[in-house]
């Protein structure tokens, strides 16, 4: 093998075939073998090309020269009654493949795919989203190079010719040989392509398969397609393939061999169409098995007719200045100057992507490498994504999809971007409409985000970024309805039905609200009343309250008439009252307890949010009494009583005389230090905003100072992780204000000398009653420009 190596591109010439079709073997996704297989096709001018890809997709072919057809591009074949048994075949527009397509489709020469058929591989390889098996570089998919077939290890064959060329990166190995070899001397257009088949010639001698028993019957049926070639057209014809088959190709083989290989495969039935592809899913990070490592480089060297260093740091230095940072005309002069300096000292014919990038950084980023990955992420790999024909076949789900986003003006993109909406615009509130009902279907287009301009529910804040992945959701989704709002509300239907707890139900319940699936809606209220009347477990009721009362919140702002989910919630917080007290007291632990405090804080606020008219005053009442029982039952846990303490003191239901005699209790000699640290967690922890409380109600404060100095040393080590992480979450300016007050003593019995009606530097004794009114015509006013979200905003502020 190691006598092959100096007869590759730049060695001696090699001698053109004698005979026989004209077998282009090219790394996939490669630019010089791009280039190189356009020159080999004008010398040769055969008569029909042959590419490696699935037969069914010669129908689709024609859609190639559409010049809405843009590449980075995919055929997409599934399985037609299984979406989610599926195969992509990638095609850049610097893919050998594209290239040799393209070649022939404008010079009206026919050209035919001739891998093994999809319907034969996807039978044999069940699974979803999976690209076929086509080569790392020019040989089969590689996961990790082995000593040969026996050690179940796939080779990587331009990792085998690298390390025999002394080169530790085969990607180096291969720009150096190939992207940046000139005209080859005298070789001719054709020597690359037979140096290269006599290599991997080489290595399928020493390494058999190479790990890849399927090849054997992927190309006995290139060599039958092949054969109907040579009846057709002589042997004036050109394959482009992988360059790892060119060996197999070469062979020669009986029909009737090849024809046994073929015999008794298993088939499904499938269904083939062309999607949008991306740079990033073409690169071997997104989990390609013919990945290559910078698509957006080779796309650049692909492109670039001439100086492509210089055009490459020129896209560099843009990138920079459109990220703030300073780069000029001379920065590029040196940069390029470097990278060429690098290049001549590593023996390198041109600069590569590593002397580009070590440049970049040196010069253009004064050494810094933190802008390298926002270099690596826009230009090395990129966001560019294809776009296909509206004449390209899809199901009618696809089609609806597809008329939604012009009309709304969604365009889907590769590159993430924010989007924000307010719901009270119609167009708005389309959009949110669809991107609810995509991820109800499992297509996830779109990821909610936390809103950076209001919390109100009034507005929305998405993330989108269309992966190629999400043709395959769309196709998959298919099966519930031939829209997207006729998909969904079948999806919901369907889900409710099948949901085995009422979280699921509930959560359901939510997502049919957001979505605006009013159809669905009667069959989820359904699911949840029957599933809410047999649950008995207060924390599962506890967790499915708050996702009742955000539906009805969401109900409200989006119009959607809600009031049998109102009774449906009603009672459920009913059940939740009576049941509490009593879970609250069957000996909780540590860990069981902090749990119940979460369910107590998200079932305040949930019927926080439910608090409309006479009833749910009622309910109000009764959840106070339950939050009475909470705080005032020595059996309950600590972390459980300080909560219930701090919600009733919060919600004025609870005087802070009645408070401070609680704390009193809780915190007095009979009580166990660790009880008594888990109330202060529940009362004060760092979440709740206690640190503030704090700092206001000095009387609290010093209750709790005093007791701290009263711990006995060995109580104190066992209770300090929870006070830890109780005054630990504390804003820095609060935890700087307690210590100040305590260092002072706060004017408590027990604290330092404070006198009656005392108070800390830059605080009243008391508080001012008048001046507190005084903002109260502010917010009514700011309540009455919330057009319509009036309740809810009062509900915030209670």
Do not use: N
């Amino acid at each position: 093998m190691e006598g092959l190596l100096p007869r590759l591109p730049g060695g001696d010439r090699v001698s053109p075939r004698a005979t026989g079709p004209l077998l282009l073997g090219v790394r996939h996704h490669g630019p010089g073998s791009a280039r190189a297989v356009r020159a080999a096709l004008d010398a040769a001018a055969p008569r029909a090309v042959l590419i490696e890809g699935p037969p069914e997709g010669d129908a689709l072919l024609p859609l190639a020269a559409d010049p809405a057809m843009r590449p980075p591009v995919a055929l997409l074949a599934h399985v037609a009654d299984d979406p989610g048994r599926a195969a992509f075949w990638p095609l850049a527009g610097f893919s050998p493949e594209w290239v040799a397509l393209r070649w022939a489709q404008t010079r009206g020469i026919p050209v035919r795919f001739i891998d093994l058929p999809a319907a034969h591989s996807l039978a044999l390889v069940p699974g979803a989203d999976a690209e076929p098996e086509p080569e790392h570089g020019s040989g089969p998919g590689a996961e990790e190079a082995g000593d040969g077939p026996a050690a179940g290890l796939r080779l990587d064959p331009l990792a085998a010719l690298a390390a025999a060329a002394g080169y530790e990166d085969p990607e180096q190995w291969w720009e150096d040989v190939v992207e940046h070899r000139g005209s080859g001397g005298g070789a001719g257009p054709t020597a690359a392509f037979e140096a290269l088949g006599d290599a991997m010639a080489a290595l399928r001698e020493e390494y058999g398969d190479g790990g890849h028993p399927r090849d054997a019957v992927r190309e006995a049926h290139m060599r039958q397609r092949m054969r109907a070639a040579r009846r057709e057209f002589g042997d004036d014809y050109a394959v482009v393939c992988g360059a790892w088959h060119v060996p197999a190709l070469r062979a020669k083989t009986t029909a009737a061999a090849d024809k046994a290989l073929l015999t008794g495969l298993p088939k499904v039935k499938v269904e083939t169409t062309w999607v949008p592809w991306t740079h990033r899913r073409l690169a071997r990070a997104g989990g390609y098995g013919a990945g290559i490592t910078s698509p957006g480089w080779y796309a650049h060297l692909f492109e670039a007719r001439d100086r492509p260093v210089e055009r490459w740091l020129t896209k560099v230095a843009g990138l920079l200045r459109a990220a703030d940072r300073q780069v000029s005309s001379a920065h590029v002069i040196e940069a390029v100057r470097l990278a060429e300096t690098l290049a001549a000292l590593r023996g390198r014919p041109l600069p590569g992507l590593g002397e580009t990038l070590e440049a970049a950084v040196a010069v253009m980023c004064e050494g810094s490498t933190v802008p390298l990955g926002l270099i690596e992420d826009g230009l090395v790999v990129g966001d560019v994504l294809g776009e296909v024909p509206d004449a390209t076949p899809v199901v009618p789900l696809q089609r609806d999809l597809t008329r939604l986003q012009r009309s709304l003006r969604l365009k889907a993109e590769a590159q993430a971007r924010e989007l924000e909406l307010d719901l009270r615009k119609d167009t708005d509130g389309a959009k949110s409409l669809l991107l609810h009902r995509l991820r109800l279907l499992g297509i996830g287009w779109g990821a909610p985000t936390a809103s950076r301009s209001s919390t109100g529910t009034f507005r929305e804040s998405w993330r989108l970024r269309w992966e190629p992945e999400l043709s395959v959701r769309v196709a998959e989704a298919g099966i519930w309805g031939t829209t997207v709002l006729a998909a969904a509300t079948a999806k919901a239907e369907a889900d409710a039905a099948a949901a085995a707890e009422l979280g699921e139900v509930t959560a359901l319940a939510e997502q049919c609200l957001l979505a605006g699936l009013g159809r669905a809606l009667p069959a989820v209220l359904r699911a949840l009343a029957d599933r809410a009347a047999l649950d008995t477990d207060v924390a599962r009721l506890a967790r499915a309250l708050p996702a009742l009362a955000r539906s009805l919140r969401y109900g409200d702002v989006r119009g959607t008439d809600t009031a049998a989910l109102g009774t449906v919630a009603a009672g459920l917080a009913e059940r939740i009252c009576v049941a509490l007290p009593p879970a609250c007291a069957t000996g909780l632990d540590a860990d069981a307890a902090a749990e119940m405090c979460g369910h107590v804080d998200a079932v305040h606020g949930a019927i926080g949010m439910l608090d409309r008219g006479d009833a749910a005053d009622g309910l109000r009442g009764r959840w106070s009494g339950v939050l009475r029982t909470l705080a005032g039952r020595d059996t309950v846990p600590g972390p459980i009583r300080g909560r219930a303490v701090r919600l009733l003191l919060d919600d004025g239901a609870l005087s802070a005389e009645e408070t401070a005699r609680l704390m009193g209790l809780a915190l007095s000699p009979a009580a166990g230090p660790a009880d008594a640290a888990g109330w202060i967690e529940g009362f004060a922890g760092g979440a709740s905003g206690g640190g503030t409380l704090l700092v206001h109600d000095e009387r609290l404060l010093g209750l709790i100072d005093g007791w701290l100095t009263g711990v006995p040393e060995r109580a104190f080590v066992d209770v300090l992780p929870l006070l830890r992480r109780t005054f630990g979450a504390y804003e820095p300016g609060v935890k700087r204000t307690l210590g100040e007050l305590v260092r002072r003593g706060p004017a408590v019995p027990g604290g330092a000398a404070a006198t009656a009606g005392s108070a800390p530097e830059g605080f009243g004794p008391e508080l001012d009653a008048e001046r507190a009114d005084a903002v109260v015509a502010m917010v009514r006013m700011l309540l009455a420009d919330a057009r319509g979200a009036d309740d809810e905003l009062v509900g915030v502020a209670r």
